[in-house]
């Protein structure tokens, strides 16, 4: 399964930018899906994540509130939209991919990962 994210941008602090997580293959819609950003330095951490029936989603502390994830199972796309952005979101932002499971924030859980998109947030 190929991920392909896009939507990465240079905004200001307190703006938006929406991503999303596309793939050609249509098994996209069994499996869950993450986001996770990694920051110049530091590891991969988790953001937010949706079942493949996009029933649950689970969100960090840190963005509850101010990312959405959401996904069209028959686009074979999963998004993310950022709202009230800080500085400190700034990272490369991965989608990836994995036949639901129950540990949907560990990024060990995934199969499949996407290149990265980044996401710069000025001040």
């Known amino acids: 399964v190929q991920l392909v994210e896009s939507g990465g941008a240079l905004v200001q602090a307190g703006g938006s930018l929406s991503l999303s ?4 293959a249509s098994i996209l819609a069994y ?5 996770f950003s990694q920051a110049p330095g530091l ?4 953001v937010v ?5 996009g ?4 969100h960090a502390d ?4 101010r990312f959405t994830i959401s996904r069209d199972n028959a686009k074979n796309s999963v998004y993310l939209l950022m709202n009230s952005l800080k500085v400190e979101d700034a990272a490369v932002y991965y989608c990836a991919a994995v036949p639901d499971s129950s540990d949907l924030a560990n990024p060990l859980t995934y199969t499949y990962w996407g290149q990265g998109t980044q996401v710069t947030v000025s001040s």
Do not use: D, Q
């Not at 997580?21 to 050609?24: E, G, K, P, R, V």
């Not at 499996?31 to 986001?35: D, M, P, R, T």
């Not at 994540?49 to 029936?53: C, D, G, N, Q, R």
């Not at 029933?55 to 689970?58: A, D, E, P, V």
């Open 49 to 53: 994540a949706i079942t493949s029936t």
């Open 21 to 24: 997580c596309a793939t050609f």
């Open 62 to 65: 840190s963005v509850k509130g």
């Open 43 to 46: 590891e991969r951490e988790f």
């Open 55 to 58: 029933l649950n989603t689970f």
């Open 31 to 35: 499996y869950g899906v993450g986001w």
